[in-house]
């Protein structure tokens, strides 16, 4: 177990984990990527990515059709 930076809650992590699989905080909901620093894994904050383009451009699309 190790402690999210976030909130200092327990975040298990799994005695298979491998390095760069994402675990999640169960208190404050943070992200983190698993980073193994020799025999021991450190956390650092994921990259998060934006939102799905495409979506917006279907709302747009929608908004444009009801307009016609």
Excluded: N
């Excluded at 491998?18 to 992200?31: K, L, N, Q, Y």
């Excluded at 650092?44 to 917006?56: C, F, H, L, T, Y």
């Amino acid at each position: 177990m190790t402690k999210c930076p976030e909130c200092d809650a327990e975040i298990k992590i799994a005695e298979d984990a491998m390095e760069g699989e994402i675990v999640t905080c169960p208190d404050c909901g943070a992200s983190y990527e698993i980073i193994k620093s020799g025999t021991v894994f450190d956390l650092r904050p994921a990259q998060s990515i934006g939102e799905d383009w495409a979506s917006e451009d279907r709302e747009d699309w929608i908004f444009s059709f009801h307009t016609l």
